[in-house]
T-cell receptor, first 114, second 113 residues
Framework: KAGVIQTPRYLIKTRGQQVTLSCSPI?????VSWYQQTPGQGLQFLFE???????NKGNFPGRFSGRQFSNSRSEMNVSTLELGDSALYLC?????????????FGEGSWLTVV | SQQGEEDPQALSIQEGENATMNCSYK?????LQWYRQNSGRGLVHLIL?????REKHSGRLRVTLDTSKKSSSLLITASRAADTASYFC?????????????FGKGTHLIIQP
């Protein structure tokens, strides 16, 4: 079956703008989480959604938000973009929440803020 | 926060040799997962080992886990040029996944043809 699909793959935005990234999890997976990857900070957890509810949130400012729809698809939004938001944003899905669930990642969305 | 620390940060070996990467972590975990990332791409799941397991195999991969030392190792046998990538360990902390998966900084593996 298809893997985790993220769109768009690449985008360039200007400081102060906002951006919305989309993620379609593997069919049947109900948990979706988001990660930010930068050369300096590495991979950092943003948030996790399950059954349309945010279950966990990482240490990111309120400019970072997300949501999950009834079909488990998820979006994340970053408002008032800063140069430091330039990163690879990775979406991951798993069948359920909790320990022992294998977590599968998409190819990511490359965001460049200029 | 970075819980896992991979060692070495970079590793260059000849094709056909074995590659060993190590990961250390700080808190008690439920499980540990290893991922591969090719340049500019997403993460590919390699193997999950639970806290009550000591060793796991998958094809040319062998993972060990020592919870008393809070460390894990990933062995890739008979390496191939296609194994060139960054390898990350990720832990799922016991007591709740409030921080999601916690990743190390990764080991960059280069396989010389």
């Amino acid at each position: 079956k298809a893997g985790v699909i993220q769109t768009p793959r690449y985008l360039i935005k200007t400081r102060g703008q906002q951006v919305t990234l989309s993620c379609s999890p593997i069919s049947g997976h109900r948990s979706v989480s988001w990660y930010q990857q930068t050369p300096g900070q590495g991979l950092q957890f943003l948030f996790e959604y399950f059954s349309e509810t945010q279950r966990n949130k990482g240490n990111f400012p309120g400019r970072f938000s997300g949501r999950q729809f009834s079909n488990s698809r998820s979006e994340m939004n970053v408002s008032t973009l800063e140069l430091g938001d330039s990163a690879l944003y990775l979406c991951a899905s798993s069948l359920l929440r909790g320990a022992g669930n294998t977590i599968y990642f998409g190819e990511g969305s490359w965001l460049t803020v200029v | 926060s970075q819980q896992g620390e991979e060692d070495p940060q970079a590793l260059s070996i000849q094709e056909g040799e074995n590659a060993t990467m190590n990961c250390s972590y700080k808190t008690s975990i439920n499980n540990l997962q290893w991922y591969r990332q090719n340049s500019g791409r997403g993460l590919v799941h390699l193997i999950l080992i639970r806290s009550n397991e000591r060793e796991k195999h998958s094809g040319r991969l062998r993972v060990t886990l020592d919870t008393s030392k809070k460390s894990s190792s990933l062995l890739i046998t008979a390496s191939r040029a296609a194994d060139t990538a960054s390898y990350f360990c990720a832990t799922d902390a016991r007591g709740g996944g409030a921080d999601g998966l916690t990743f190390g900084k990764g080991t960059h593996l280069i396989i010389q043809p």
